[in-house]
């Protein structure tokens, strides 16, 4: 178990939705819903979760949301980054580009429809450890 700093990522964060207008991601939209999570009291905010629809997003429409995230919110509240993906080479460049962009914590899930034993999901959680610096 990893020890965390009292009153890190505790309390209630909210899964973004993404909205959409005209088949693009609308970031207008997600901003204003950030404002308003923030505005109503969230401790914190999930970027690109299940409810995000993450497998319907590219991985430049993931980078972006989370650049939006991380430019609206301003340090305000903590951002999860979800960088689950449907492969380990796009799990790494999102948790990459996660680190990079400022996200405070991950989410990392094993690709979806992988039934690996219990060792093989440690050794894809240990690859996606050392294939990127701490958050």
Known sequence: MIPLPPGFLRGAYTPLLTPFKDGAVDH????????????????????????????ALS???????LETAVAVTRERVPIVAATGAGSLADTLALTEHANDA?????????????????????????????GRAHV
């Not at 939209?29 to 497998?55: M, N, R």
């Not at 991985?59 to 949301?65: I, K, M, V």
């Not at 991950?106 to 440690?122: E, H, I, N, S, W």
Request: charged share 15%; with cysteine.
């Open 28 to 55: 207008a939209s997600f901003a204003g819903l950030i404002v308003f999570q923030i505005a109503h009291g969230c401790d914190g905010l999930v970027v690109a979760a299940a409810a995000g629809e993450p497998f």
């Open 59 to 65: 991985l430049a429409e993931r980078r972006a949301l």
């Open 102 to 130: 400022g996200a405070d914590a991950l989410l990392v899930l094993p690709p979806p429809f992988a039934k690996p034993p219990q060792r093989g999901v440690l050794e894809y959680f240990l690859i996606v450890e050392n």
